[in-house]
């Protein structure tokens, strides 16, 4: 069995609400949270991650910032 690439994306989309983003950003850049701080504050919100599971990983949060930021920068 073969598969061919079609130029589509792979896999299935990690959609972040807009509101998830800006919180993460603003509490890293204002209140200077660690990640996993982060992480911690969205868990307990009840929040889901972007796969949709109920608990963040500090690493999706900082990536999550660093696009952001470079977003921001440019």
Known sequence: MSYRWTGGPVGR?????QS????IYLMREAQHL?????????DADGIPS???LPTWQA????RIHSRTHQRQAS
Not at 13 to 17: A, E, G, Q, T
Not at 59 to 62: A, E, F, L
């Open 34 to 42: 660690p990640f996993r701080a982060i992480a911690r504050a969205l």
């Open 50 to 52: 972007p796969l949709g």
């Open 20 to 23: 998830v983003v800006d919180r």
């Open 59 to 62: 690493s999706t949060v900082r």
């Open 13 to 17: 989309p990690r959609l972040v609400p």
